[in-house]
């Protein structure tokens, strides 16, 4: 396949200003759903399936949850495995499988997910071997299981053998660490492209392995991590940044490091909280680091800029004893389902479904604003739960879907950010405009796009440019493709605009079109374009001109196109 681009050239807009807000606990975070029916809880994980549902593997004091997340703001509990009454709980997913394991008595715990709504315990391996193991990794791209802080060090299997009843491969205990009495116990670690990311907690090290040879390991390097007790760690995609969490109090008991050369470890910044903070297990997705806190709950961290990391959003799950410092409240998150959404249990409160809100402009009069909905795509006839966030929105009257209106009682105020509804059904695709209203007036518009099924999606999501900026995008096209392409802008223009389409060399087609007015949204869709036979390099332009030279539009604030390749 061959990448072309579409370009989109808008007249007269208005450029917007983001602003975000402010504050200290409970900040840009809302909380979707909650499952707290199972005593105290402790570490959590999730899957998703082929098929777009998201599920919790949720640790408790007696057992693993599996919980059905894929409606975030009605999450239910699927199957309850039941397992040693331990405090501490760890559990990951490979391939239709859970592994749970717990730091009491009892190995590894293997449950068939491959029917996520009947989970069945199949086996439980390793327990003629050790006795109990305080955590569990696997190395997706390997397949190979760690089961660490076991009696017998970090014991390692090969999934690759049986996914249920997997062979030994080794154990390491801190072998090749330099210095004298070295305890060797790993409470922690991530393994990504050939490098383990170890948490000495006895002996205050993070250090790197060499495990891209098997059986054979290779210390690279171990240093003091922050505070001397080394809890837990993940690693970014690009393996050039850590962050290093000590389960401890302290000044330095979060930070990150240069990964980039795993045998030359540098540590680089102090995302430190405060003195009441204690963090226990972070995360690392895109440029956000993702912590669970005792006492103060969830924290995200944006560190695009390593030297300016910024707070993004915070959610405290435990309230009630907020400022005070122990072993209480959130224990874990999971930041890496496909929606978005991150999953926190704490261990009083139970487990909950978080969202990180975006920033979004404050409109000065008074209205609404939006900027934002989930699902983006949805199916015809479909009619799932539907997030919409933004702010301003506490005291909003009616929700408005494509020339639908829902009324008090037909949507939910989750708070000043989020609005949740039933999506109404669409039985034909394209782009569903969303608007809100309060006294004040309108917001501005957002999209959720039902597709056609069977092909290759593309949408722009909504954007707001200055006259004589560009929107471009790839999409890949070859001859003999079949382009639907729609146009969605709010609000309507005050004039005809004329759209070009520039494909392959030499060809051409242009088209007036007048816009379809829907509520606030002027959305137009144009005829289907096949690429002609030959064309090479196929590039699809979209411009917009006004019908009389200098007859500028009126302003246009948001801009969306759509294309379905078939």
Known sequence: MRCSRLAIAVA????????????????????????????????????????????????????????????PTAPYATGFIDGTNCTWRDMKYYQGYV????????????????????????????????????????????????????????????????????????????????????DGYVHDLHVQDGVAYVCMINDGLFATLDVSDMPTITVLDAEPSGEDFTHSCWVNADNTVAVVADETGGTRHLQLWDVSDPSNLIDIKNLWQGSQTLPHNPFIVGNVVHTSYYKIGYVAMDISDLNNPVKIGEYDTLPVQAGSFGFDGAWGCYPMQPSG????????????????????????????????????????????????????????????VDGITLGPGQFDVLDDQVISFTLPSFANDGLIPITVENAVGLSEVVFTQVRTPGGPQLTVSPKTVSEGDEMTVEMKSEPFDFHYLGLSFTPTPSIVPQVAFDVGAGFTDLFLLAPTPTGATGQTVFPPLVVPPGAVGVTVYWQFAAVTPGNLPAPVSNVSIQNVID
């Open 341 to 400: 959404f991150v999953y926190v249990n704490d261990i009083s409160t139970g487990f909950h479904i978080l969202k990180v809100n975006p920033a979004c402009e404050v409109d000065g009069a008074g209205r609404p604003s939006l900027c934002e909905a989930w699902p983006e795509i949805v199916e015809p006839g479909e009619t799932p739960t539907t997030i919409i966030s933004g702010v301003t929105l506490t005291n909003v009257t009616a929700v408005h």
């Open 99 to 182: 592994y749970s394991v717990n730091d009491c008595i009892g190995a590894v715990q293997v449950i068939d997910v491959s029917d996520p709504e009947n989970p069945v315990l199949v086996n439980e391996f390793g327990n003629t071997f050790f006795n109990s193991a305080h955590n569990v990794q696997i190395d997706t791209d390997t397949g190979l299981l760690y089961a660490c802080g076991t009696n017998k060090g970090t014991v390692i299997y090969d999934l690759n053998t049986s996914l249920v009843n997997p062979t030994l491969v080794r154990t390491w205990n801190g072998q090749g660490i330099p210095g004298f009495n070295i």
């Open 12 to 71: 007269s807009l208005v450029l917007s200003q983001t602003v975000l807000g402010q504050g200290a606990s409970d900040y840009n975070v809302t909380r979707l759903g909650r499952i707290n029916d199972f005593g105290t809880y402790n570490d959590i994980w999730g899957f998703a399936t082929e098929d777009g549902r998201e599920y919790a593997c949720i640790g408790t004091l007696s057992g693993t949850v599996i919980a059905n997340c894929t409606d």
